[in-house]
């Protein structure tokens, strides 16, 4: 059903006058994102299927499309040189053959991320990005809001239809992403063009929305619910009465709590006793030891350089009381090897080293100081560009709750990220060429059109 749902889009899309290979290129986008070869148990799963897409949207933009007025950013720049560095420290990998898996869909992402914002030289070609992005993740995030809705879920048990547990099916994934989008979701429900936000068109935002929200209380992840909060907070920036916007926020916490599973609330009871949680207690050992190793190897050990790892942790244990005895807490010792991260920002400093985390921070900062620039330049509403400044303050706000996810998540190369990067520098290099068109148009009007005194 959502394959011909996709079908049907692309074909409404065409009639708007998408030209075909930006069709190819929101195919791979869909493809990326929703991963269908992993609901087959046949044919899809034994074709290289992402593969064939991105070498037909980039073959299609190649042959077809107008390029006169695409342009060469800057970010384009420093993801190359990125996807150059995890190249070369994957040719000396302290674990070639894992790095080598990791590196056959990372420098995929990567090209691409530098690709798109080739394609993106229209409003059009940016909101629909925007829109097959949304929708590709909302197939995963519908399913897991009525299974949530309907008393599902729990920690590492919501069922997002597959049983792989990786990409946006992981759940601390799919919960910062589906936080991600929601002012992206507000921002089709103003200035949206390709479906006018019409009554249903806002009714249906608002239900996604509200799916968004539940993602995190039924994977009961931690990560979501800071997302959550941090999401709130931006939000105030576009709120002129902030006292009142804070106390609805608090009343409208304080109404959910009754209603929300136990699986949730005692997940989130950890947060403040990270000592007896043995998941948060383990992330710390991690990082520590990722430090060490970087200080060592200061240009990385490539990808999948955790499995090196050995570690110690303590937690502390509470025995239950019996009987007359109350119940005791004392220090265990834990032992571990080869554990994941559990972070980007160390993901990217014990694989890349140093230079790694350098580039890839410059590209996220870079990206959130010219978001800024645009929210501020395009702020009027009433402009001609009124939709721009609120775009780039959805796509600054997707951004933050991204880069708060990863420090609790390794997704330092999770591709839909790089599609709202692409996103990014589509919007600033659009907006580039407008101003450049703008300014070399005449100050004043010709003589012939004078009016005679």
Same mark, same amino acid.
């Not at 080598?100 to 990005?129: G, Y």
């Given at each position: 059903?959502?394959d011909?749902?996709?079908?049907?889009?692309?074909?409404?899309?065409?009639?708007?006058?998408?030209?075909?290979?930006?069709?190819?290129?929101?195919?791979?986008?869909?493809? !990326?994102?929703?991963s269908?070869?992993?609901?087959?148990?046949?044919?899809?799963?034994?074709?290289?299927?992402?593969?064939?897409?991105?070498?037909?949207?980039?073959?299609? =933009?190649?042959?077809?499309?107008?390029?006169?007025?695409?342009?060469?950013?800057?970010?384009?720049?420093?993801?190359i040189?990125?996807?150059?560095?995890?190249?070369? +420290?994957?040719?000396?990998?302290?674990?070639?053959?894992?790095?080598?898996?990791?590196?056959?869909?990372?420098?995929?992402?990567?090209a691409?991320?530098?690709?798109?914002?080739l394609?993106?030289?229209?409003?059009?070609?940016i909101?629909?990005?925007?829109?097959f992005m949304?929708?590709?993740?909302?197939t995963?995030?519908?399913?897991?809001?009525?299974? +949530?809705?309907?008393?599902g879920?729990?920690?590492?048990?919501?069922?997002?239809?597959?049983?792989?547990?990786?990409?946006?099916y992981?759940g601390?994934?799919?919960?910062?992403?589906?936080?991600?989008?929601?002012?992206?979701?507000?921002?089709?429900?103003?200035? %949206?063009?390709?479906?006018?936000?019409?009554w249903?068109?806002? &009714?249906?935002?608002?239900?996604?929305?509200?799916?968004?929200?539940?993602?995190?209380?039924?994977?009961?992840?931690? +990560?979501?619910?800071?997302?959550?909060?941090?999401?709130?907070?931006?939000?105030?920036?576009?709120?002129?009465?902030?006292? +009142?916007?804070?106390?609805?926020? %608090?009343?409208?916490?304080?109404l959910?709590?009754?209603?929300?599973?136990?699986?949730?609330?005692?997940?989130?009871?950890?947060?403040?006793?990270?000592?007896?949680?043995?998941?948060?207690?383990?992330?710390?050992?991690?990082?520590?030891?990722?430090?060490?190793?970087?200080?060592?190897?200061?240009?990385?050990?490539?990808?999948?350089?955790?499995r090196?790892?050995?570690?110690?942790?303590?937690?502390?244990?509470?025995?239950?009381?019996?009987? !007359?005895?109350?119940?005791?807490?004392? !220090?265990?010792?834990?032992? !571990?090897?080869?554990?994941?991260?559990?972070?980007?920002?160390?993901?990217?400093?014990?694989?890349?080293?140093?230079?790694?985390?350098?580039?890839?921070?410059?590209?996220?900062?870079?990206?959130?100081?010219?978001?800024?620039?645009?929210?501020?330049?395009?702020?009027?509403?009433? %402009?001609?560009?009124? =939709?721009?400044?609120?775009?780039?303050?959805?796509?600054?706000?997707a951004?933050?709750?991204?880069?708060? &996810?990863?420090?609790?998540?390794?997704?330092?190369?999770?591709?839909?990220?790089?599609?709202?990067? &692409?996103?990014?520098?589509?919007?600033?290099?659009?907006?580039?060429?407008?101003?450049?068109?703008?300014?070399?148009?005449?100050?004043?009007?010709?003589?012939?059109?004078a009016?005679?005194?």
């Amino acid at each position: 059903m959502r394959d011909l749902v996709f079908v049907a889009f692309l074909a409404a899309l065409f009639g708007m006058g998408l030209r075909r290979p930006f069709l190819l290129v929101c195919a791979y986008v869909y493809i !990326d994102i929703v991963s269908p070869q992993r609901l087959t148990y046949i044919l899809l799963n034994a074709v290289p299927i992402s593969l064939i897409a991105v070498v037909l949207a980039v073959g299609g =933009w190649l042959l077809m499309d107008d390029k006169s007025d695409s342009r060469f950013a800057p970010r384009q720049g420093l993801i190359i040189l990125l996807l150059l560095y995890c190249g070369i +420290t994957t040719m000396g990998a302290d674990f070639p053959v894992d790095a080598r898996d990791k590196w056959d869909w990372v420098w995929k992402c990567l090209a691409f991320a530098a690709f798109l914002p080739l394609t993106l030289r229209t409003r059009l070609r940016i909101e629909s990005l925007l829109l097959f992005m949304i929708l590709s993740a909302a197939t995963i995030i519908i399913v897991g809001g009525i299974k +949530t809705a309907a008393g599902g879920g729990g920690y590492g048990q919501l069922d997002l239809m597959v049983t792989n547990n990786s990409g946006l099916y992981e759940g601390s994934t799919i919960s910062t992403v589906a936080i991600a989008i929601v002012p992206l979701i507000a921002w089709f429900m103003r200035w %949206g063009t390709i479906f006018p936000p019409d009554w249903k068109v806002k &009714g249906f935002c608002l239900c996604l929305v509200f799916a968004c929200l539940l993602i995190p209380i039924g994977t009961s992840t931690r +990560t979501g619910t800071l997302c959550t909060v941090l999401v709130a907070l931006l939000s105030l920036r576009n709120t002129k009465r902030k006292f +009142t916007y804070l106390a609805m926020i %608090g009343a409208a916490g304080l109404l959910a709590v009754p209603f929300l599973p136990a699986s949730f609330t005692e997940r989130m009871s950890t947060i403040k006793s990270h000592d007896a949680d043995e998941s948060a207690s383990t992330r710390i050992a991690v990082w520590q030891w990722t430090i060490d190793y970087a200080k060592a190897h200061p240009f990385g050990g490539g990808f999948e350089a955790f499995r090196g790892n050995h570690i110690r942790y303590e937690i502390k244990k509470t025995t239950a009381a019996q009987g !007359d005895a109350a119940a005791t807490v004392a !220090d265990q010792a834990v032992t !571990d090897k080869a554990r994941g991260y559990h972070s980007a920002y160390f993901e990217m400093l014990g694989e890349q080293g140093y230079p790694g985390l350098a580039l890839w921070l410059a590209i996220s900062l870079i990206g959130l100081v010219r978001m800024e620039v645009l929210r501020r330049r395009y702020r009027d509403p009433a %402009g001609p560009f009124g =939709w721009a400044g609120p775009l780039a303050a959805a796509l600054q706000t997707a951004h933050l709750v991204y880069l708060l &996810g990863a420090a609790f998540i390794a997704i330092a190369f999770q591709p839909f990220i790089y599609m709202l990067l &692409g996103a990014q520098i589509g919007l600033d290099t659009y907006l580039a060429r407008r101003r450049s068109e703008e300014g070399q148009a005449p100050l004043r009007k010709p003589r012939g059109d004078a009016i005679p005194a």
